[in-house]
């Protein structure tokens, strides 16, 4: 995949994830770890259809140190298949946001508290997957602010700076900010902060061609270096092409489908080719400077 991916011009970044609490026995056949027994407060789909969630066990001072090496093993698994490199994940309400929230992280030792220890599991890990592939192959994704799976933040303004301070010098690929809105205080913050390169992966409420062109025009002005799309693309195959026109965008169907396996409602969205040219539904207007390099 990788090789054919680059026989056509393209990069690949490979995303290295933990769910921790976000799991079930059933999914994986084993207990979920979590930096502290805090439930998700929601059920989890698993084969056996949305079941409660359990009470995670706490991880350990071993389960931490075994977790970074896992990370770090991932990172070289990836370069080895032909990826560029890695994102470490620490957003979005999985195990390394679990452990900079603190309703998801009541630890007492080094790892929980004030945020200077709430951020050392994310920082370890990073430092980790950068020790075994290089820091110029490794992204870190963070979600500041972000309630999903049930992650309360009291102390966002003051977590995502700290956390910045700790790998801004560490010469990493990027940073990238998953709905973090460029008006918010935090986001001026890291951007002020960050040395690096800075993705913006922005809030999309309207999905046609003028919404994403609009978000993702006001994140690159609000200092983004890229901007990051999700649903856009997986609902439409030449999502860039698209852009740069002002071509229409497929609606998602159902965003479910795009992770149950199997063509429908994940690989089976037309691309403009295979549909009518329909020249009056373009709009200049959103031919606004989103460059293909500036879009992933």
Same mark, same amino acid.
Request: aromatic share 6%; glycine share 10%; hydrophobic share 40%.
């Given at each position: 995949m990788t090789e054919a991916v680059r026989e056509r011009g393209g990069r690949m970044f490979l995303q290295l994830q933990h769910g921790g609490r976000v799991s079930h026995p059933e999914t994986i056949g084993l207990t979920p770890v979590a930096p502290s027994p805090v439930p998700l407060p929601e059920t989890i789909f698993t084969p056996h259809g949305h079941l409660p969630a359990v009470v995670p066990r706490e991880m350990g001072a071993d389960d931490i140190r075994a977790t970074a090496a896992d990370f770090a093993a991932a990172g070289r698994r990836a370069v080895d298949a032909g990826f560029e490199g890695v994102e470490v994940h620490s957003a979005n309400g999985h195990l390394l946001h679990q452990f900079l929230a603190g309703n998801t992280n009541r630890r007492t030792d080094g790892y929980g508290g004030p945020a200077e220890r709430r951020v050392r599991f994310t920082v370890e890990v990073t430092e980790a997957v950068a020790d075994a592939i290089g820091a110029d192959r490794v992204g870190l994704r963070?979600?500041?602010?972000?309630?999903?799976?049930?992650?309360?933040?009291?102390?966002?303004?003051?977590?995502?700076?700290?956390?910045?301070?700790?790998?801004?010098?560490?010469?990493?690929?990027?940073?990238?900010?998953?709905?973090?809105?460029?008006?918010?205080?935090?986001? @001026?913050?890291?951007?002020?902060?960050?040395? /690096?390169?800075?993705? +913006?992966?922005?809030?999309? !409420?309207? #999905?046609?061609?003028?919404?994403?062109?609009?978000?993702?025009?006001?994140?690159l002005a609000a200092g983004a270096d890229l901007v990051a799309l999700g649903r856009p693309f997986l609902a439409n195959p030449d999502l860039v092409a698209r852009l740069r026109l002002g071509a229409p965008l497929n609606p998602? @169907?159902?965003?479910?489908?795009?992770?149950? /396996?199997?063509?429908? +409602?994940?690989?089976?969205? !037309?691309? #403009?080719?295979?549909?009518?040219?329909?020249?009056?539904?373009?709009?200049?207007?959103?031919?606004?400077?989103?460059?293909?390099?500036?879009?992933?």
């Amino acid at each position: 995949m990788t090789e054919a991916v680059r026989e056509r011009g393209g990069r690949m970044f490979l995303q290295l994830q933990h769910g921790g609490r976000v799991s079930h026995p059933e999914t994986i056949g084993l207990t979920p770890v979590a930096p502290s027994p805090v439930p998700l407060p929601e059920t989890i789909f698993t084969p056996h259809g949305h079941l409660p969630a359990v009470v995670p066990r706490e991880m350990g001072a071993d389960d931490i140190r075994a977790t970074a090496a896992d990370f770090a093993a991932a990172g070289r698994r990836a370069v080895d298949a032909g990826f560029e490199g890695v994102e470490v994940h620490s957003a979005n309400g999985h195990l390394l946001h679990q452990f900079l929230a603190g309703n998801t992280n009541r630890r007492t030792d080094g790892y929980g508290g004030p945020a200077e220890r709430r951020v050392r599991f994310t920082v370890e890990v990073t430092e980790a997957v950068a020790d075994a592939i290089g820091a110029d192959r490794v992204g870190l994704r963070s979600s500041p602010g972000n309630t999903v799976n049930g992650i309360e933040e009291d102390d966002t303004d003051v977590l995502y700076p700290v956390l910045v301070a700790r790998l801004k010098e560490r010469g990493l690929a990027c940073l990238h900010l998953v709905h973090a809105g460029p008006d918010t205080a935090v986001y @001026r913050r890291i951007r002020a902060d960050w040395p /690096g390169v800075l993705i +913006g992966n922005p809030v999309l !409420p309207d #999905l046609t061609t003028e919404g994403v062109t609009r978000a993702a025009t006001d994140t690159l002005a609000a200092g983004a270096d890229l901007v990051a799309l999700g649903r856009p693309f997986l609902a439409n195959p030449d999502l860039v092409a698209r852009l740069r026109l002002g071509a229409p965008l497929n609606p998602v @169907r159902d965003r479910y489908l795009m992770y149950t /396996g199997g063509a429908t +409602g994940y690989t089976d969205y !037309p691309a #403009l080719d295979d549909q009518p040219s329909s020249p009056s539904s373009r709009s200049s207007s959103s031919m606004v400077a989103l460059d293909g390099p500036r879009v992933a």
